[in-house]
């Protein structure tokens, strides 16, 4: 059930990362903000900002080249940027998760799945080492990992992809965090694992009322899971809304050409797939005014000269874009 209280508030974050050939801002003024017991996906192309976006939660970003220049994340009231290395361990794993993108190289190669699931559960929750490999075992068990107790013995690679993903979310899951970050929790898994994936993951969100970062590109997996749904673009967040209003009413340009792209399966269109025209900027040359623009069909000069206001509209909608502001 969602509240309307936020559990996670992101105001004008600006994470850069500061390299030889010059300045990428990874994250460039975002904000967002996820509720009790809600979902809110971030989507966007690869390289949009929304892994940086992420990782900044926890501060997991490598520093350097990377560094957090300006903004704030609170975390339940609390500013997670103030908090001392001791302090996020504390978070980390406890009260915040994150299921990583890739499971293989994620889980340590060399501790068995049992050894890498006590591990959290004897930090954080304080058990003895018997009542850790129960839980362990009840863990793996809820996550729908057949004899729970004999994988226990086994290494990741042992597994197949879809198994070393329930492992990654029995990890995350185990102390029962008030927010999990699921950075592209079905990438290269086949459709059945996939949509196994998705309803383990709702089926917890309605059992602990935990709420979920959902990173994707994946606008399949946003319609079954997303409450509220961010569109990041170069650093940007260019339109916010609830789930219904970004498919049914889209605004922004890049994301209407997202949803063009889509293949209909139950269309008789034969005409090719829709593609967006032109490349993502160079990040370490990006254009003066909306990034967008010169991959945009309704681009106009103003578009190329200043960046674009956010327009609002109603019930917490709103885009970047010209063409909606009265400055055009």
Same mark, same amino acid.
Do not use: W
């Given at each position: 059930?969602?509240?309307? =209280?936020?559990?996670? !508030?992101?105001?004008?974050? =600006?994470?850069?990362?500061?390299?030889? $050939?010059?300045?990428?801002?990874?994250?460039?003024?975002?904000?967002?903000?996820?509720?009790?017991?809600? *979902?809110?996906?971030?989507?966007?192309?690869?390289? @949009?900002?929304?892994?940086? @976006?992420?990782?900044?939660?926890?501060? +997991?970003?490598?520093?350097?080249?990377?560094?957090?220049?300006?903004?704030?994340?609170?975390?339940?009231?609390?500013?997670?940027?103030?908090?001392?290395?001791?302090?996020?361990?504390?978070?980390?794993?406890?009260?915040?998760?994150?299921?990583?993108?890739?499971?293989?190289?994620?889980?340590?190669?060399?501790?068995?799945?049992?050894?890498?699931?006590?591990?959290?559960?004897?930090?954080?929750?304080?058990?003895?080492? =018997?009542?850790?490999?129960? =839980?362990?075992?009840?863990?793996?068990?809820?996550?729908? &990992?057949?004899?729970?107790?004999?994988?226990?013995?086994?290494?990741?690679?042992?597994?197949?992809?879809?198994?070393?993903?329930?492992?990654?979310?029995?990890?995350?899951?185990?102390? %029962?965090?008030?927010? +999990?970050?699921? #950075?592209?929790?079905?990438?290269?898994?086949?459709? *059945?694992?996939?949509?196994?994936?998705?309803?383990?993951?709702? #089926?917890?969100?309605?059992?602990?009322?935990?709420?979920?970062?959902?990173?994707?590109?994946?606008?399949? /997996?946003?319609?079954?899971?997303? #409450?509220?749904?961010?569109?990041?673009?170069?650093?940007?967040?260019? !339109?916010?809304?609830?789930?219904? #209003?970004?498919?049914?009413?889209?605004?922004?340009?890049?994301?209407?050409?997202?949803?063009?792209?889509?293949?209909?399966?139950? @269309?008789?269109?034969?005409?090719?797939?829709? &593609?967006?025209?032109?490349?993502?900027?160079?990040?370490?040359?990006?254009?003066?005014?909306?990034?967008?623009?010169?991959?945009?069909?309704?681009?106009?000069?103003?578009?190329?000269?200043? $960046?674009? !206001?956010? /327009? %609002?509209?109603?019930?917490?909608?709103?885009?970047?874009?010209?063409?909606? @502001?009265?400055?055009?």
């Amino acid at each position: 059930m969602i509240n309307n =209280k936020p559990i996670l !508030e992101v105001n004008n974050l =600006k994470t850069y990362f500061y390299t030889d $050939e010059g300045i990428i801002k990874g994250c460039n003024g975002v904000s967002y903000k996820v509720y009790e017991g809600e *979902t809110l996906a971030l989507v966007g192309e690869s390289g @949009s900002g929304k892994s940086v @976006s992420a990782m900044s939660i926890l501060q +997991l970003i490598p520093m350097p080249p990377g560094k957090i220049v300006d903004g704030e994340i609170l975390f339940n009231g609390k500013n997670l940027l103030d908090f001392n290395e001791k302090q996020l361990e504390n978070i980390r794993g406890n009260d915040i998760a994150m299921i990583f993108q890739e499971p293989m190289t994620s889980l340590n190669p060399v501790l068995t799945i049992g050894y890498q699931i006590i591990e959290p559960l004897r930090l954080h929750q304080n058990l003895s080492k =018997k009542e850790a490999k129960k =839980k362990a075992v009840e863990l793996l068990e809820l996550v729908g &990992i057949p004899a729970a107790e004999k994988r226990m013995k086994e290494y990741p690679h042992q597994m197949s992809g879809g198994m070393r993903q329930r492992i990654m979310i029995a990890i995350a899951i185990a102390c %029962n965090p008030k927010l +999990l970050i699921a #950075d592209e929790p079905t990438t290269a898994l086949d459709v *059945t694992i996939q949509a196994q994936i998705i309803k383990l993951m709702k #089926d917890m969100q309605n059992k602990t009322g935990m709420s979920i970062l959902m990173i994707t590109h994946d606008l399949g /997996v946003v319609a079954e899971t997303a #409450d509220k749904v961010a569109v990041m673009y170069c650093g940007e967040i260019v !339109e916010y809304g609830n789930v219904d #209003d970004i498919f049914y009413n889209s605004k922004h340009p890049y994301l209407i050409g997202l949803k063009k792209s889509m293949p209909q399966l139950d @269309s008789d269109n034969k005409e090719e797939l829709y &593609i967006i025209e032109g490349m993502v900027p160079n990040p370490l040359n990006l254009p003066t005014g909306c990034k967008f623009a010169d991959r945009c069909e309704h681009a106009m000069d103003i578009c190329r000269k200043q $960046e674009p !206001e956010i /327009v %609002n509209f109603g019930n917490e909608h709103y885009a970047k874009c010209f063409l909606y @502001s009265k400055l055009k």
